[in-house]
Nanobody, 122 residues
Framework: QVQLVESGGGLVQSGGSLRLSCAASGRTFGSYAMGWFRQAPGKEREFVAAISWSGGSTFYADSVKGRFTISRDNAKNMVYLQMNSLQPEDTAVYYC???????????????WGKGTLVTVSS
């Protein structure tokens, strides 16, 4: 089992950067594929980025490709989301999630954090 806690959210100016962190507990953390999702007010939760358990494969939503980078450090039980060139449409609560199945979607993740708010001013 995995417990997840996000941090690093806040208010940032358009064009700025933020680095989100997700701290995981559980001795099997390294066996989980990880994903970042976000949910804006009045909208459905959407996929942002994913990374395989080894860190060898990454995937991104078209809306963030080229701007966001997902990474993980299994020795520290951490996963990160580096967000550059932030835009107002990136404003949302960002969630860290884990799955042992390797199927990273908003409907198939096994564990979720409580989220961290990112607000991008226009």
């Amino acid at each position: 089992q995995v417990q997840l806690v996000e941090s690093g959210g806040g208010l940032v100016q358009s064009g700025g950067s933020l680095r989100l962190s997700c701290a995981a507990s559980g001795r099997t953390f390294g066996s989980y594929a990880m994903g970042w999702f976000r949910q804006a007010p009045g909208k459905e939760r959407e996929f942002v980025a994913a990374i395989s358990w080894s860190g060898g494969s990454t995937f991104y939503a078209d809306s963030v490709k080229g701007r966001f980078t997902i990474s993980r450090d299994n020795a520290k039980n951490m996963v990160y989301l580096q967000m550059n060139s932030l835009q107002p449409e990136d404003t949302a609560v960002y969630y860290c999630a884990a799955t042992l199945n390797g199927v990273v979607t908003a409907l198939t993740m096994d564990y979720w954090g409580k989220g961290t708010l990112v607000t991008v001013s226009s």
